[in-house]
């Protein structure tokens, strides 16, 4: 799980003086163990993944508006934290798994089409990026009229 690898990690950095580290993921750990409080219960990696993702995006709406100087922390900072995403969906691999689902004759709705394709991307221990998906699944569904 991503959490443990996180904790695993603070621990580490902790044993190595790096304190910047500690400082980051343990913010990180806060956020998750936060939402896990919440929920009353452990989130899974698909939910940890979307807080590390918000983490991401923040930091790079931040990045659009910081000084040259700070652009390399924040980048490192991101690196960070995007280190521990999964892999990502290719456009490829989108585009030949709407290909099949297609061909197999299943429901060609927009709607029914991504959530199968978040179940496939969670299934195969990827992240889904939506806007991308979208993109991709109406251009196909569009082609195929």
Request: hydrophobic content about 35%.
């Given at each position: 799980?991503?959490?443990?690898?996180?904790?695993?990690d603070i621990l580490a950095a902790r044993k190595?003086?790096?304190?910047?580290?500690?400082?980051?993921?343990?913010?990180?750990?806060?956020?998750?163990?936060?939402?896990?409080?919440?929920?009353?219960?452990?989130?899974?990696?698909?939910?940890?993944?979307?807080?590390?993702?918000?983490?991401?995006?923040?930091?790079?709406?931040?990045?659009?508006?910081?000084?040259?100087?700070?652009?390399?922390?924040?980048?490192?900072?991101?690196?960070?934290?995007?280190?521990?995403?999964?892999?990502?969906?290719?456009?490829?691999?989108?585009?030949?798994?709407?290909?099949?689902?297609?061909?197999?004759?299943?429901?060609?709705?927009?709607?029914?089409?991504?959530?199968?394709?978040?179940?496939?991307?969670?299934?195969?221990?990827?992240?889904?990026?939506?806007?991308?998906?979208?993109?991709?699944?109406?251009?196909?569904?569009?082609?195929?009229?």
């Amino acid at each position: 799980m991503i959490t443990q690898e996180i904790r695993k990690d603070i621990l580490a950095a902790r044993k190595n003086g790096n304190r910047l580290i500690v400082t980051r993921l343990s913010t990180l750990l806060g956020e998750i163990q936060k939402k896990e409080t919440n929920k009353a219960a452990e989130l899974s990696d698909q939910e940890v993944s979307g807080i590390i993702i918000s983490f991401v995006n923040n930091l790079t709406e931040l990045m659009k508006n910081s000084s040259e100087d700070q652009i390399p922390v924040l980048e490192e900072e991101k690196n960070l934290y995007s280190s521990y995403l999964p892999k990502a969906l290719s456009s490829e691999e989108i585009s030949n798994y709407v290909q099949t689902y297609l061909q197999s004759g299943n429901d060609s709705k927009m709607g029914v089409l991504m959530n199968s394709l978040k179940k496939y991307a969670e299934d195969n221990d990827k992240i889904l990026d939506g806007k991308m998906a979208s993109e991709i699944v109406k251009r196909i569904l569009n082609d195929k009229r």
